[in-house]
């Protein structure tokens, strides 16, 4: 048992942790969707086609792709607050450089750093929740953290576009890189990476269960386990078409699709990102709480991301988005995609704890990967469907690129008929495994 000053030094370091990574995160969402909103002011100031937009853009992407599995490694080795804190120096500096980037190959580099310093947060936090809160509240939490770090992707949308009015998009980012720097320095000062470096016992310990062993060899051995294991691989596929098209689309194509395809004003356009966005936030909060109270990952998964498909169908067969229907297309559109989120807790599951960063960050980087290929692979099939010199957009045009995104949503939620069933518990534990 802990005593009181033990019950409140263990309550303040979990939330601390929580709060100051989280934090990170909302940034880490910011960047990720704040393309979107300035997507005319970045054509312009680089005087470049919808290809080499999708590829600036997608910059983030491909590097947070990358690192999506040395960040596992390095959650399960060096610890969430050191990456943290050095993900948030790389990140600042990015920011700043891409916000002063007087050409497009250093704006590109500058993305290239975001991506790279941001890439390290959400398995880092999905480490320290791991650490610090039990494990039958695992999925509500997942979900309170994908709700915390969407505050940064509404504020990439309709509050975004409301500051351009006043500042430039080159001061945004500035000012966004010098926050980094910032939570960089609380990272490092205030997070702990488990209760036992304190002193305290761990959370399994507390309920009477004997703590998780540790993983004994060498991080490749623990690696290869991942991935050589069968059940980790569908929540990858899953992210890959469910995840990739939401971050493409709400991160870069909705809002050029519903300007120049609908003809809709920039702040309009945003609103519905911003709806969107909010409703995935809540969704995956809900969806986590949800399949934590019935005990099930697998049915969740696959009516949320069924209802996520069937909502592509009015965006590529050119329907008329009028007031109401739009709004309510959009929530149905975010609550829907928040489906994937599951996947991470699916794969934890399946695998030893001990290598759960390595399991969640295999999961992650599907959605990282899909994201990095559809962005300007939609650009590329718009600019296609234009034809030579079309620099004037419709919405014909911009229905070639959302069919790609359809076809990948729906080869998502097909993957996700291949996921493991875990009841909420790591598979060893219920004699699966």
């Not at 969430?80 to 007087?102: H, K, Q």
């Not at 650009?379 to 469907?385: E, L, M, T, V």
């Not at 004037?392 to 097909?414: D, E, K, M, R």
Request: aromatic share 12%; glycine share 12%; with cysteine.
């Amino acid at each position: 048992m802990l005593t009181p000053y033990q019950t409140r030094q263990l309550q303040r370091l979990r939330w601390t942790a929580f709060i100051v990574v989280g934090l990170a995160f909302v940034l880490s969402f910011f960047h990720r969707f704040a393309p979107a909103a300035i997507a005319s002011d970045l054509k312009a100031a680089f005087a470049i086609q919808s290809t080499a937009l999708g590829s600036l853009a997608a910059t983030y992407f491909y590097v947070y792709t990358v690192m999506q599995i040395p960040t596992g490694v390095l959650a399960d080795t060096l610890g969430p607050r050191r990456i943290v804190a050095a993900g948030g120096v790389v990140a600042g500096l990015g920011s700043m450089l891409f916000g002063l980037a007087e050409s497009f190959e250093l704006a590109s580099a500058g993305r290239l750093l975001v991506g790279l310093g941001v890439s390290v947060t959400f398995i880092a936090l999905l480490k320290l929740n791991a650490a610090w809160f039990s494990e039958r509240v695992f999925g509500t939490l997942t979900g309170l953290t994908i709700l915390l770090g969407n505050l940064g992707s509404v504020l990439a949308a309709t509050p975004l576009a409301w500051v351009l009015a006043y500042a430039s998009w080159r001061e945004v980012f500035v000012v966004v890189g010098i926050l980094s720097l910032v939570l960089a320095w609380l990272a490092w000062w205030l997070v702990r990476d488990n209760p036992v470096l304190m002193g305290l016992p761990s959370l399994r310990e507390l309920e009477g269960k004997a703590s998780h062993p540790a993983h004994d060899g060498h991080w490749y051995d623990g690696l290869r386990q991942v991935a050589g294991n069968r059940l980790s691989w569908p929540g990858f596929f899953v992210n890959l078409g469910v995840s990739g098209t939401l971050f493409a689309f709400a991160g870069l194509w909705a809002v050029p699709f519903l300007t120049q395809g609908h003809g809709w004003a920039r702040s309009t356009a945003t609103a519905h990102t911003s709806l969107l966005l909010a409703a995935f936030a809540l969704g995956a909060f809900f969806m986590g709480s949800l399949s934590d109270r019935l005990g099930r990952r697998k049915p969740v998964v696959l009516a949320s991301c069924g209802l996520y498909v069937a909502c592509w169908l009015p965006l590529a067969l050119g329907w008329e988005l009028g007031p109401g229907f739009s709004h309510g297309l959009f929530i149905l559109m975010g609550l829907g995609a928040a489906g994937f989120t599951l996947t991470w807790a699916c794969a934890k599951e399946v695998n030893r704890h001990a290598l759960s960063g390595m399991a969640t960050s295999l999961v992650n980087t599907g959605a990282f990967l899909g994201a990095a290929i559809l962005q300007p692979l939609v650009g590329w099939a718009i600019d296609q469907a234009a034809g030579e010199g079309g620099s004037t957009l419709a919405l014909a045009h911009y229905q070639v690129g959302i069919l790609v995104l359809a076809g990948f949503a729906l080869g998502g939620w097909l993957a996700a008929f291949t996921l493991r069933e875990t009841y909420c518990r790591y598979v060893s534990e219920a004699g699966e495994g």
